[in-house]
């Protein structure tokens, strides 16, 4: 055998024994432990943990010692948080590569939740957007607790009049998500069609209010049960996929928001004006390379097609929560609440969002 061969082999080898290594130690889960709970007092308050990654029993609701805020912190007592695949993708460590962020074999953080809603308990010296008293709403790790800390400059804003703490906690990943995949990456502006492939889910339903306060005329797809819904949203024309295919019809759109991926690439393009955006938000399930199919394909074919295809992963800043506190305020969006929770319930909420089936957000108050 010629060196050359010899030399290609050895390589070869080294990377499938790299790989291998790596999917072993990334897809290794520690044992989960119990908690160690301070005791209950007026320095501590009662918060939803966990330790090791599986499913909805992995959490833990433990008594923790109340944060205390920095000189540019705010503390927020949480009135209402929201659930998102966010917090059981994280929960589960699953698709397995996100634990080269989270945590390998455990999690490094132990804090769940993210979307919030409640009332500014106390603030740091340094702090000058927020005091006492205020109702405000936003993202933050840790938001299945009594109480939270977030620096004045992260992400959150006030809280508008018109809107419930509930309706409120709702807001952050999923709208923000939103208003990044229309006006940033989709680049919407009046007049242009715009069709929402999931129309009533989280992020769904708040792009469907968004881009129709953009000016935009929306198409929205979703099930039968939910043609209801998104036309309430106020979607110029829906369709119940169980009944109808966009991507077989005549209509061309400027911007497609796809959050569910069930179409081929090409199908989207084949509806798409020749200088039109397809904007993709999540990808396919899997614990491997699933979701990572949908971004490669789109890297391949894009030098060969005229649209534009985006993979949006979503940021979240205080003033982009500003923006749709404004729209919140004007009556242009108004969050969809599918089903609340109790804080003791948690794990149940979380089950349901795992479903796929819920209808706008799922809530989980408080008090």
């Known amino acids: 055998m010629k060196l050359r061969y010899k030399i290609l082999i050895g390589f070869l080898g080294v990377v499938a024994i790299g790989i291998t290594t790596l999917a072993v130690v990334i897809g290794k889960t520690d044992e989960c432990v119990p908690m160690q ?24 609701t433990t008594t923790v010692a109340k944060p205390v805020p920095a000189d540019n912190e705010v503390l927020v007592k949480v009135r209402a948080a929201a659930v998102n695949p966010l917090d059981w993708h ?3 460590g699953s698709p397995y590569l996100m634990r080269l962020m989270s945590g390998l074999g455990k999690p490094e953080d132990e804090r769940m939740g993210v979307d919030f809603a409640g009332v500014v308990e106390s603030v740091g010296k340094d702090v000058t957007r ?49 208003i990044e995949a229309l006006r940033d990456k989709g680049q919407v502006k009046p007049g242009d069609k715009v069709l ?46 169980t009944r109808e295919n966009y ?28 200088d039109g955006i397809l904007v993709m938000v999540g990808g396919a399930k899997g614990d491997w390379v699933a979701p990572l199919k949908g971004p490669l394909k789109a890297m391949m074919l894009g030098p060969f097609v005229d649209q534009e295809m985006i993979t949006l992963l979503a940021g979240m800043d205080a003033e982009e929560l500003a923006e749709l506190g404004e729209y919140m305020a004007a009556g242009d969006m108004t969050p969809v609440i599918d089903q609340r929770f109790s804080f003791a319930e948690i794990e149940d909420a979380i089950r349901y969002s795992e479903t796929g089936r819920a209808r706008g957000k799922i809530v989980v108050t408080m008090e």
């Open 37 to 60: 709970a301070v005791a209950e007092g007026p320095e501590s308050m009662t918060a939803v943990l966990y330790n090791c990654y599986g499913g909805p029993e992995v959490l833990q």
């Open 196 to 241: 929402i492939n999931g129309a009533s889910g989280g992020v769904g339903t708040f792009a469907v209010q968004l881009a129709k306060a953009m000016g935009a005329e929306v198409s929205g797809v979703c099930s039968t049960r939910n043609v209801e819904l998104v036309t309430s949203l106020g979607a110029d024309r829906v369709y119940d996929y």
């Open 90 to 92: 994280f929960m589960r």
């Open 130 to 178: 927020y005091a006492p008293g205020d109702e405000v709403f936003g993202g933050r790790s840790g938001a299945f607790a009594e109480y939270l800390l977030i620096p004045e400059d992260r992400g959150m804003a006030h809280k508008p009049a018109n809107v419930t703490f509930e309706q409120a906690a709702t807001v952050a990943i999923a709208g923000v998500t939103a």
């Open 247 to 274: 991507t077989e019809g005549d209509e061309k759109f400027d911007v497609i928001v796809d959050m569910v991926g069930n179409h081929p690439h090409l199908d989207n393009l084949g509806v798409l004006e020749s």
